[in-house]
């Protein structure tokens, strides 16, 4: 490494720690695997490989190959990426592979809020997404939700719907002091709403309320259609192709946002057409990815995989947008606070967490 001296004049060639080299060599070989492993287990994921493991019990390469209905050489190797990963364990003497029951659950159960595969398919479109971001950030452009393909779409439905199913009925409801409104009839906006997971969990458990979704991403409101149809929850639910400062309606008595308030390019303007359109005494929840306030905060592997989508996925997203104020994935409390405070709110607080997600309770009153 070269660097100059306190006059800033003459070149100094500090020394190299050889074991520190080869420390981080080995690190970012494992980085690299890492990288593979998440089309790998999207491909384990679309394959039934997962499934066949988990219902079968140790299994041989053959065995699972057969089972899945899938070449054997595919099988052998990937087989082999996983053990080598600790995703399934191997034992050399029986030649067969085990996929550890904790780690059955994160990979195929759909509904355990440990339910990983989404997390995985989002992150491998996002990353399959990434060239075309070179010019665009020498340019400050930015890459708009409808420019990704479907499993950046899908996998993003996939991952939070689990936790939306574990918590938003029975806990960040209840949490935030609607649960009661909802149950005897209440009228919900539901902003952002992509696919609908929120928004038909909602209207599934209180039948007695009406929900309006809003995403402006028509392929995302067509699929919501389909999924409150197939819910059997279209006679409460409408979905309407608008952005978060465009959805139609007045006098809601609450309002959510799950996982979109930093995707936007102006949140303020949004928080005040969210403002404008709650009924007295209303309340807007906003769910958002767990983050704490200082970038030490986010130092974890958690933060970690949030700032590489802030990075990847979501900054470019609100860069494509008027205003593109580019929040981040990790924009923390007091962001959120500023945001919604310059829209005339007069409160906020977190009225749950989990490691995934903040839940912020915004009223208009002091």
Not at 30 to 59: F, I, Q
Not at 222 to 237: M, Q, S
Request: negative net charge.
């Amino acid at each position: 490494m070269t660097t100059t001296d306190q006059t800033g004049q003459r070149p100094l060639q500090e020394p190299i720690d050889e074991e520190r080299l080869m420390s981080f060599v080995l690190r970012a070989v494992d980085e690299v695997g890492a990288t593979l492993n998440a089309a790998l287990v999207v491909l384990g994921d679309k394959l039934g490989w997962y499934d066949a493991l988990a219902a079968h019990g140790p299994m041989t390469a053959d065995a699972l190959a057969e089972a899945a209905g899938t070449a054997l050489p595919y099988t052998r190797e990937w087989l082999n990426a996983q053990a080598a990963g600790a995703f399934v364990d191997y034992d050399p003497a029986t030649g067969r592979y085990t996929l550890p029951p904790e780690h059955a659950v994160a990979l195929t159960e759909p509904d355990s809020p440990a339910y990983l595969p989404g997390l995985f398919q989002i992150a491998l479109g996002t990353v399959a997404d990434s060239q075309r971001l070179v010019d665009v950030v020498r340019r400050g452009g930015g890459v708009g939700w409808p420019e990704h393909g479907r499993d950046v779409h899908e996998g993003c439905e996939r991952f939070f719907r689990p936790s939306y199913r574990a918590h938003l009925v029975d806990a960040w409801l209840p949490a935030v002091g609607v649960a009661d409104r909802l149950r005897s009839g209440a009228l919900v906006a539901d902003v952002g709403c992509g696919y609908g997971a929120s928004t038909i969990l909602m209207a599934t458990a209180f039948p007695a309320s009406r929900f309006v979704g809003s995403d402006p991403h028509v392929p995302s409101i067509d699929v919501a259609r389909r999924k409150a149809a197939e819910a059997g929850v279209a006679d409460r639910v409408s979905f309407e192709v608008a952005g978060a400062a465009e959805f139609a309606g007045t006098g809601y008595d609450l309002v959510t946002t799950f996982d979109a308030l930093h995707d936007m390019g102006d949140p303020v303007g949004a928080a005040r057409h969210v403002r404008s359109t709650l009924a007295g005494g209303g309340v807007w929840m906003i769910v958002e990815p767990m983050a704490g306030d200082h970038v030490e905060d986010n130092l974890t592997p958690v933060g970690r995989a949030y700032y590489g989508f802030s990075t990847l996925l979501c900054t470019p997203a609100s860069l494509s947008q008027e205003v593109g104020l580019a929040l981040g994935t990790q924009a923390g409390p007091a962001r959120i606070r500023s945001v919604v405070e310059e829209a005339g709110f007069g409160s906020l607080r977190t009225a749950a967490e989990t490691p995934f997600h903040r839940v912020m309770e915004v009223r208009t009153e002091v």
